[in-house]
């Protein structure tokens, strides 16, 4: 069996494979667009909780555990939980905003949780854009040196960007920021609502030539670097940046992964905030074995797949997301957004018939990216 | 590739940046460094957990026979080579402190 044929395995029989847990929704840096509920309230889940909680998940053979946030770095045991993380065998990615990846905090992260990745965030090319999208002055700048010293280290790192109406005139730029500093820039071109239906977001959605002419730049890129098929994420993967070939199910929410906030609340995937159970009155193996909202949640995987094939192979194109949609449509998993029918529609113009042939044939991205 | 002896008085562990779990049987292995997934079979599978650092190969060898009912003979070259494999492609290390001890007697 193949890791194409592992993964397919862990969407089709229900097989918990990737979590990703926002361990605080504190941050050092105020995002415009941050898409944190930051009016959520719980109990916060303890330490120990959360010891044990890592526990059981290597127990149910977890393999991939993503620390997030919020900035995660900010959770006062960060580095206790990284290393139990470490410590238990979990494929770990930090996803970080970079403000405070720098001395002794980014040298016992590699030797303490010894991440397979970090994934930092940039928001434009230079600090004027970046400043403007964190709020807070000099953060440009200090996530480059950061960044470079992070790399000496040895760190692994990813920058992820979302595009918006703000940085869209400085794709290239970033792409030389980041291939300068000899890491992977990945752009996600949606900007998306806050987890509490907050659509203030969207006022800075990049537009509909920005997308067009960031797909378009992506395209000659891959083309000069010789790769064939659909070489880039065009929209979002897995949480552990893995996406299995075709199967019976849209996506794996609910189905190989989960994603857990700051107060316990267990939802299908980071987008799709549709709780299916909490740690506080639940362990995880009960939630993932009993929980009736979970087993809607992957009979509507099911179903989205059929409303992304009406589309036929151009459907692949969309990314459509069943969170987002969710988010978008008042509650509606099944209701294609405008920005999924633009981005297919985008995509289609780039590439033509040829990507969405690849689109559909596509098997995996590459776990480094 | 440097080729590396394994004996059954060999003590292994997984290397630093190896991660797996067990699906269906099956260990899918990451090698954090080189950024490779690798599936493997059952008894590979069984191989990483037995490499725990403390028990020799040898040790392996008589929990693998009752396991599968396998014959002992062929059953020890098979895992040797299958060992000495994975520690040339470095996702096995012998142990340097239990090495030192079969080495040195002590």
Request: proline share 5%; glycine share 8%; with cysteine.
């Amino acid at each position: 069996m193949g890791f194409e044929q592992v993964l397919q395995k862990t969407w089709r029989e229900n097989i918990l494979f990737s979590v990703l847990v926002e361990l605080t929704y504190r941050c050092n840096l105020d995002c415009f667009f941050c898409y944190n509920d930051l009016g959520l309230r719980g109990e916060p889940l303890r330490t120990e909780q959360y010891l044990d909680f890592f526990a059981e998940l290597r127990d149910l053979q977890v393999l991939h555990l993503t620390l997030s946030g919020g900035e995660p770095l900010a959770h006062p045991d960060f580095l206790r939980l990284g290393a139990w993380a470490r410590e238990l065998g979990f494929v770990v990615r930090v996803k970080s905003n970079g403000h405070a990846l720098r001395g002794e905090m980014a040298r016992r992260i590699r030797d303490e949780v010894d991440p397979y990745l970090v994934e930092v965030s940039l928001h434009g090319a230079n600090a004027a854009t970046h400043d403007r999208q964190t709020r807070v002055p000099g953060s440009f700048d200090r996530l480059l040196a950061n960044l470079r010293e992070a790399l000496d280290l040895g760190l692994r790192i990813k920058i992820n960007s979302t595009m918006t109406a703000w940085n869209e005139d400085e794709i290239e730029a970033m792409l030389a920021l980041t291939d300068d500093l000899g890491v992977p820039l990945q752009f996600d071109p949606e900007v998306t609502l806050r987890d509490d239906g907050d659509r203030e977001p969207l006022s800075i959605s990049p537009s509909r030539a920005g997308v067009a002419r960031l797909f378009a730049v992506q395209a000659e890129r891959a083309r000069a670097a010789g790769v064939t098929g659909a070489p880039f994420a065009i929209g979002k993967g897995g949480d552990d940046g893995t996406m299995p070939a075709p199967a019976a199910k849209h996506c794996g929410a609910g189905s190989s992964g989960v994603a857990v906030d700051p107060y316990g609340n267990v939802y299908p995937c980071v987008q799709w905030r549709r709780p299916v159970g909490n740690l506080h009155r639940q362990s995880i193996r009960e939630i993932w074995a009993d929980s009736g909202a979970l087993r809607e949640i992957r009979d509507l995987t099911v179903e989205a797949k059929g409303v992304v094939d009406a589309y036929g192979p151009a459907g692949a194109l969309m990314s459509f997301c069943p969170g987002s949609a969710a988010a978008h449509g008042n509650g509606d998993p099944l209701r294609v957004y405008p920005e999924a029918l633009r981005r297919m529609e985008l995509l289609g113009e780039v590439f033509g018939g040829e990507e969405e042939r690849s689109a559909k044939r596509r098997a995996i991205l590459p776990v480094v990216p | 590739m440097a080729s590396t002896v394994i004996d059954p008085a060999s003590v292994l562990k997984p290397a630093r940046d190896i991660r797996w779990r067990r699906i269906d049987g099956e260990a899918v292995v990451i090698r954090q460094r080189a950024g490779e997934v690798l599936v493997m079979n059952e008894v590979a599978a069984r191989i990483l957990d037995l490499a725990d650092g403390r028990t020799p190969v040898s040790a392996w060898i008589e929990i693998l026979a009752q396991e599968y009912d396998a014959d002992r003979e062929a059953l020890e070259r098979d895992v040797l080579a299958f060992t000495a494999e994975l520690a040339a492609e470095g996702m096995l290390e012998v142990d340097p402190i239990e090495a030192g001890k079969t080495t040195d007697g002590l």
